[in-house]
């Protein structure tokens, strides 16, 4: 069975950095698009940066671009999440999920880590 964990989320400043880390395991063999989402206190979930598994395209959201950044390691089925000039705005429970095709929705969501901007 497909199963996704994020790690690596924790309490921070504004302007540190942190690395997420987004592990699959299970059937992966069909996964096509990794992706990181995160979700703010009272509002909806928001999609954050996604990658190709077989490629180098990527895409952000306007809010992160620039400063986030989002890379893969097929041989750990593992994608992560650089996320560098961290802002209080950032502060969410961050997930990740996957598409088995450039057609299909995100499935298989994590459990999510929090992330915690202080000012």
């Known amino acids: 069975q497909v199963q996704l964990e994020e790690s690596g989320g924790g309490a921070v400043q504004a302007g540190d950095s942190l690395r997420l880390s987004c592990t699959a395991s299970g059937r992966t063999f069909t996964f096509y698009v990794m992706g990181w989402f995160r979700q703010a206190p009272g509002k909806e979930r928001e999609f954050v940066a996604g990658?190709?598994?077989?490629?180098?395209?990527?895409s952000y959201a306007d809010s992160v671009k620039g400063r986030f950044t989002i890379s893969k390691d097929n041989t750990k089925n593992t994608v992560y999440l650089q996320m560098n000039s961290l802002k209080p705005e950032d502060t969410a429970v961050y997930y990740c999920?996957?598409?088995?095709?450039?057609?299909?929705?995100?499935?298989?969501w994590g459990q999510g880590t929090q992330v915690t901007v202080s000012s």
């Open positions: 999920a996957r598409k088995v095709s450039s057609t299909s929705g995100w499935g298989s």
């Open positions: 990658i190709l598994l077989n490629g180098v395209m990527t």
